[in-house]
């Protein structure tokens, strides 16, 4: 394997954990809110918080877990779904264009 395919892989590695551990965490954040009412802050103090305590942060936090979720999962479907292929019809140009052309610019 080549330098780049190598780093390629690694970079796909890598972006497959960071991931699955980003989909794991919020999962467990959005059912530790349903369960026991306490998720994990990002703001201030860092420490498990009830919508009682603090309902800004415990909002803030619910919803970044849901843009982090949504974001991973648009990234999997992005991947998953490759325009690519479909992309070199795009490329080319109309028949009436190209028919159409002064013969100097053929």
Sequence with gaps: MSQSKVWQTARLAAACAFSAYALLFCAYQLYSAAAHGTVYSYAGSRDWITFQ??????????????????????????????????????????????????????
């Design 53 to 106: 305590s603090n309902p800004i942060a415990f909002v803030f936090s619910l919803l970044l877990c849901g843009l982090v979720i949504t974001i991973v999962v648009a990234g999997i479907v992005v991947w998953a779904f490759d325009i690519r292929p479909f992309e070199r019809w795009r490329s080319r140009q109309h028949v009436d264009v190209a028919i159409r052309l002064p013969r100097e610019e053929r």
